[in-house]
């Protein structure tokens, strides 16, 4: 099993594209650390890597957008104190409500956005970059959204969050990039029958999306020994050949 001794935290992993992850990552022996600020979410995760025959992964309930500075470096210790240090960190929480105008934008959902989107990924990778500096090889993925990137009317602080999370990866990939331990990369999965997808456009026809467990071999190249040495870099799944 490839990832056999991986140790990966992947957020958002109660639901969508985080649970589908986590699933294609335990399926190859990676150690998988769940967080998500819902716990039945996360047990029905943690249920199915278990039932799959993947390794006991570690339930890590968290409120990404209502934790303290504090909080978060109290996760990053337990990590180390537990693991020693972590292989990888999969940005997957996502925040949306609806597509809105600028001139009608509620103030605390623009500010609710980002910190989930945006603020949450920045605090996050501060805190276990040490974590991560103690592997010998370590990957951190962002995952974006190939619509909102473009800057359409009405994306809102959704738009503006993945705008700025691409612009903060590239930045943190070239501070990295001359350690060669932590690669840093974009995830960029394209139309996909996802739960966002069906918040987002509810009256679409989903039948023709790919479904998300289509991004398993993503998933685990972007972890895995083959992606080495491959940073800084935007990784669409609609052109991905694995």
Not at 84 to 107: C, D, K
Request: neutral net charge; charged residues 15%.
């Amino acid at each position: 099993m490839p990832l056999s001794k991986q140790v990966i935290l992947i957020t958002g992993a109660g639901g969508g594209l985080g649970a589908t992850a986590a699933l294609a990552l335990a399926r190859q022996g990676a150690h998988i650390i769940l967080l998500d600020k819902s716990i039945p979410r996360l047990e029905k995760t943690y249920d199915a890597i278990v039932a799959g025959g993947g390794p006991e992964p570690m339930l890590y309930p968290f409120d990404l957008a209502g934790a303290s500075e504090e909080q978060y470096q109290e996760m990053a210790d337990a990590i180390r104190q537990r693991y020693g240090s972590l292989q990888g960190l999969l940005h997957s929480a996502v925040e949306f409500s609806a597509y809105t105008p600028i001139a009608s934008h509620n103030t605390r959902d623009w500010g609710h956005t980002l910190n989930v989107n945006l603020n949450a990924a920045f605090l996050l990778s501060r805190v276990l970059l040490p974590v991560l500096q103690n592997s010998a090889q370590a990957a951190i993925v962002f995952t974006t959204d190939s619509a909102a990137r473009k800057a359409p009317a009405y994306a809102g602080a959704y738009g503006v969050s993945k705008i700025a999370l691409e612009g903060f990866a590239r930045i943190l990939a070239e501070e990295l990039e001359a350690g060669r331990k932590i690669r840093v990369n974009i995830l960029m999965p394209g139309p996909i029958d996802s739960p966002l997808r069906k918040k987002a456009y509810p009256a679409e026809d989903k039948a023709g999306l790919p479904a998300m467990n289509s991004l398993d071999a993503l998933y685990c190249y972007l972890f895995g020994s083959a992606s080495i040495g491959v940073t800084g870099q935007t990784i669409d799944a609609q052109t991905f050949k694995p």
